[in-house]
């Protein structure tokens, strides 16, 4: 099993920058495909950003590819997602994830096709 905790979060202007870390504990973050999701009041949760085990595909929501990049520090076995010019509407509670399938691209947009989640950490972007 894995434990995952993020951090990070917190209110930022429109057009500003944040990193969120999700550390993780009891397994290390290569033997998981990662995923970033969010959830906005009243929305579906939806994928932001994932990572294969491999750490070498990456793949991106279509409405933050080119803002959001995703990436990991295997040493300290976090994964992170650095937020750039952010909008009012990326406001929303963002989850970490894993899975120990090697899941497809298809299927890494799927919430529940991943096993373990974080408490959340929430992004609110002002105008």
């Known amino acids: 099993q894995v434990q995952l905790v993020e951090s990070g979060g917190g209110l930022v202007q429109d057009g500003g920058s944040l990193r969120l870390p999700c550390a993780a504990s009891g397994r290390t973050v290569t033997s998981y495909v990662m995923g970033w999701f969010r959830q906005a009041p009243g929305k579906e949760r939806e994928l932001v950003a994932s990572t294969r085990r491999s750490g070498g595909r990456r793949y991106y929501g279509d409405s933050v590819e080119a803002r959001f990049l995703i990436s990991r520090d295997n040493a300290k076995n976090e994964v992170y997602l650095q937020m750039n010019s952010l909008k009012p509407e990326d406001t929303a509670v963002y989850y970490c994830?894993?899975?120990?399938?090697?899941?497809?691209?298809?299927?890494?947009?799927?919430?529940?096709?991943?096993?373990?989640w974080g408490q959340g950490t929430q992004v609110t972007v002002s105008s």
């Open positions: 994830a894993a899975d120990s399938r090697e899941l497809t691209r298809a299927t890494m947009r799927t919430p529940g096709n991943y096993e373990y």
